[in-house]
């Protein structure tokens, strides 16, 4: 593994100042700025259409942006082209060159950079080694699974000791288990090499496990740029609230920081509303149940998802809560049980109620 | 099940055994009589025309119609400029024969428009009799069925280039040009050596445009057979168009059969 | 700021509509050729006499019997071949999927064939078959459409094989089987509806084949389109060419009206793949 000290430790910084990209009327980026520490992995998470793809090719060079600076370690590259910028980048899926082993994939770049071949047989072997492929070297795309496919693409991206690692929604294309393992292993990797890296995808779970930061975009923007705790425990808007995590929307009267919301009293957090009428965003681990025949509440469902489970619930008012509760609890609360809901003291958000 | 397997026994299989066996017999005697004739003066340069004529097409074919299906692939998908191209061309590969032999006759004919119209330039055509050559006018009437054959016969191969290999070649260092020696022309190789295979047996097996441009003996392998068929000729000639018709069947089957094995190993690469 | 990608899409545009331009114009001028010399009149003049006689049934047919009965002789055989065509192959293929996939090689095999045998060797081999033909039924030009089923059978076999791969034909069969339907009603209820467009499609190309076919017509002496066409051509070659270039003109709107209809994966049109700058769906 000796060629592979070579990028271990310090990356670059990546700078992105503003930048702006429309598609006729669309504002896919909206004076977008992004800091992304040397060594640091930073994923963009956000719905289909937020702009998360199109930073990431702006920052790739296949897009250019409006307008707006580009740099990397501390140069300006806005208008270099994209073979000269040194980024390895990792598709959705179907990138590999369908006419080269897995080997001659990875080896591609290398050959492009005039690399002696005995330097590039070794360092194909290190990649293919480090992603687990060892064995697959001479397989060509099509005699590979999926999964396999995404770790010969990411031999190739890292082949090459880029600058910055770009991965484009790698793991969207693979069956649920095959994501979960190849997400611990890129976070695995990454660290390993030490490569400063953006990660694009539009889930949240997949965002919260391999990152330092996530950024949550919406229209162009960062709405939220934090560490993954930090995003989930405090999030600064309703958006934010949403789209990460499970969250109960809750009527309640918000007086001096507080709010009263289901028989309880929450602190809010920064940026809630801070009197009269609100909605308070109540994560479902953050209300106790109980049954109790004369609770205004009646249970609808109750679903095992193995860790844990979750219990639906009728207020009084009308609506649906969800509570998580620890699996063996699913049973003790059959349809139509009369039960009380507790909201407990973690912090919440509360929004205007319309 | 049954009717459809009599029916292609009576009408191709019969017919198929006809002419092969049919090659080997004269006055109901096997020999190889029809099959040395082959090696007359007259059939091998007809043949040397028809395989010429066909190669010359497909290759010219296929390279003007790979440039034009590339570039119709750069528009947008649904666009009304690609299906306009692709209309065309699916009734242009089809335009064979009588038809396509007169629009001809009335461009670059004796009294065509553009013979004329070149003629008031200074520019004389001659009599306009080139037209009627298999080497010079043939030529450019084949290629007129040719390059429309080849755009869509090879258009799906250039539309199952993946924007990502284009853009992975980009990010790892690689110009537009490394792009196109490196990734897209193997990986096209295949598929179009295939749809020139296939533009060759198109070409060679062609016979009306042919029949109606040429009215003068038989420069072409498909003209002899037919002349065998319809001319008054002597006993047993008819057994040498069967020997005739026999080549043709070999050849074609070959770059078919070398056609089929092409398309399976691109259909792995560019399949989705 | 202008940006290398906007340049290179700039470029890009340029080369497609020079090679897009060239080529259209090499297409075109044949075409133009056809059209001027439909529309000369005497003395240099243009007129559109051609062209008014053509759309005049009745003239047509009493000037120029000939091109009235290859016209006629034509529809009929496109007619008649599809029917066969269908006939004959869609219960087979469906057949062999449902109960004798075993065969599936061999139909596929003698439905290709025909790609590897030329129609001139076609009507070489089928000179004694025809014999028999005319002996047994008769020498009308119809019996032709016997011989332009073997024609048409890879480009029909290609679209039903096409049709039936996107149907699960055995699920359907069995579907209907346990709802209680005998094997006629599956056919005509159950497969023939998914398989429409398949059907449309492999009927299509076989019109167009027929009504372009001229080899085995012209050396079996029988008069079709194309035939009286190639006669006629000698003697008024304008009123030949008038067709020829009406055909075109009807076969290209045809495909061109049905590049919309049938979506991206009609006949000629090509797969719905993303080229090019894939953008961020809105």
Not at chain 2, 22 to 50: K, Y
Not at chain 3, 11 to 39: H, N, S
Not at chain 3, 246 to 273: H, I, N
Request: net charge positive; hydrophobic share 50%; with cysteine.
């Amino acid at each position: 593994m000796t060629s592979m000290t070579s990028t271990d430790g310090q990356g670059v910084a990546v700078q992105l100042t503003g930048l702006r990209r429309t598609y006729g009327a669309l504002n896919a980026l909206d004076h977008f700025t992004l800091h992304i520490a040397p060594g640091e992995l930073v994923a963009l998470l956000g719905p289909s259409g937020c702009g998360k793809t199109t930073a990431l090719r702006c920052l790739a060079g296949l897009e250019d942006p409006d307008s707006g600076r580009i740099e990397v370690g501390g140069r300006d590259i806005t208008s270099v082209p994209t073979s000269r910028r040194d980024m390895g980048m990792v598709f959705q899926a179907y990138s590999l060159f369908p006419h080269m082993t897995a080997r001659q994939n990875v080896e591609f770049g290398l050959q492009l950079r005039k690399r002696s071949t005995q330097e590039r047989r070794t360092r194909a072997a290190d990649m293919l080694d480090l992603v687990g492929l060892s064995d697959q070297a001479d397989k060509y795309a099509h005699q590979m699974s999926g999964g396999q496919q995404q770790r010969v693409a990411l031999a190739r991206a890292l082949a090459i000791e880029p600058q910055v690692l770009l991965l484009d929604e790698p793991l969207s294309a693979l069956d649920a288990k095959v994501r979960t393992q190849l997400r611990d292993e890129i976070r695995r990797i990454q660290l390993t090499v030490g490569t400063t890296t953006l990660f694009v995808t539009h889930d949240q779970e997949e965002a919260l496990a391999v990152a330092d930061r996530v950024g949550v975009m919406r229209a162009g923007h960062l709405e939220q740029l934090a560490a993954p705790e930090e995003l989930y425990a405090r999030p600064t808007s309703e958006f934010v609230a949403d789209f990460v995590g499970l969250t109960n929307r809750l009527p309640g009267t918000a007086v001096d920081g507080h709010a009263d919301v289901l028989g309880g009293r929450v602190p809010l957090l920064d940026g809630s509303a801070t009197s009269g009428e609100v909605m308070v965003l109540v994560r479902p681990e953050g209300i106790d149940i109980a049954a109790d025949p004369a609770g205004d509440a009646t249970v609808l469902s109750g679903s095992f998802l193995g860790a844990h489970g979750r219990v639906t619930a009728e207020t009084a008012g009308g609506h649906h809560v969800v509570v998580q509760v620890p699996s063996s609890a699913v049973a003790a609360y059959p349809p139509g049980t009369r039960v009380r809901l507790t909201a407990r003291g973690d912090r919440a958000l509360a929004v205007r109620a319309e | 099940m049954v009717p459809f397997f009599a029916y292609t026994t009576v009408f191709l299989l019969i017919p198929t055994l006809v002419v092969v066996i049919g090659a080997f017999l004269s006055g109901g005697r096997p020999t190889l009589g029809n099959v040395r004739a082959l090696t007359e003066p007259a059939v091998i340069s007809a043949t040397q025309h028809s395989v010429v004529l066909s190669a010359v097409t497909a290759v010219g074919g296929a390279v003007i119609g790979a440039v034009l299906a590339y570039a119709v692939s750069t528009a947008r998908v649904d666009g009304v400029l690609r299906r306009f191209v692709a209309s065309l061309c699916g009734v242009l590969a089809q335009f064979g024969g009588v038809a396509l032999a007169f629009a001809f006759l009335a461009s670059f004919g004796a009294t065509g428009f553009l013979t004329t119209w070149l003629a008031k330039v200074g520019v004389d055509t001659g009599p306009g009799l080139w037209l009627y050559e298999w080497d010079k006018g043939l030529m450019l009437v084949y290629l007129y069925f040719q390059i429309p054959l080849m755009l869509i016969v090879f258009l799906p191969a250039v539309e199952g280039l993946r924007p990502q290999w284009r853009e992975a070649t980009e990010t790892l260092g690689g110009s537009t040009w490394v792009y196109w020696r490196r990734v897209a022309a193997p990986i096209l190789f295949p598929s179009f050596v295939g749809a020139t295979l296939l533009l060759f047996t198109n070409a060679f097996s062609a016979y009306a445009t042919a029949a109606a441009l040429v009215s003068q003996g038989s420069p072409l392998l498909p003209l002899a057979i037919g002349n065998t068929l319809t001319s008054e000729v002597i006993l047993g000639q008819e057994n040498i168009g069967k020997a005739m018709a026999l080549e043709m069947v070999v050849v074609v089957a070959v770059a078919m059969t070398l056609y089929a094995v092409l398309d399976r190993r691109s259909s792995k690469w560019l399949a989705p | 700021m202008s940006g290398n990608r906007a340049a290179a899409r700039r470029k890009q545009d340029v080369f497609r509509w020079v090679t897009i331009g060239v080529c259209l114009l090499f297409f075109a001028l044949p075409l133009y050729g056809m059209l001027e010399f439909t529309t000369r009149g005497p003395g240099g003049t243009r007129s559109a006499q051609t062209w008014a006689t053509l759309l005049d049934f009745g003239k047509v047919s009493a000037e120029y019997p000939a091109l009235k009965e290859g016209f006629l002789a034509s529809v009929g055989l496109a007619v008649l071949t599809v029917l066969i065509m269908l006939v004959l192959l869609v219960p087979t293929m469906t057949w062999v999927r449902l109960r004798l996939p075993g065969l599936s090689r061999t139909v596929e095999f003698l439905c290709l064939l025909p790609l590897t045998v030329p129609a001139i060797v076609l009507v070489v081999g089928l000179t004694p078959v025809y014999a028999w033909v005319t002996y047994l039924l008769g020498e009308s030009t119809l019996w032709l459409s016997l011989a332009y089923v073997i024609l048409v059978l890879p480009y029909a076999y290609r679209s039903l094989d096409a049709g039936l791969r996107a149907i699960d034909v055995k699920t359907l069969a069995e579907a209907s089987r346990s709802l209680g339907a005998g094997w006629g009603t599956v056919m005509m209820r159950v497969i023939l509806p998914n398989l429409r467009t398949a059907v449309l499609s492999a009927s299509f190309l076989s019109v167009a084949l027929v009504l372009g076919e001229f080899t085995i017509a012209n050396l079996f002496s029988r008069k079709n389109l194309q035939v009286a066409m190639y006669e006629l051509g000698k003697s008024d070659a304008q009123i030949s060419i008038a067709v020829g270039l009406a055909a075109l003109v009807f076969g290209f709107l045809v495909l061109f009206a049905m590049s919309f209809v049938g979506g991206p994966r009609s006949a000629t049109a090509a797969a719905p793949r993303l080229r090019r700058t894939r953008k961020e769906s809105p």
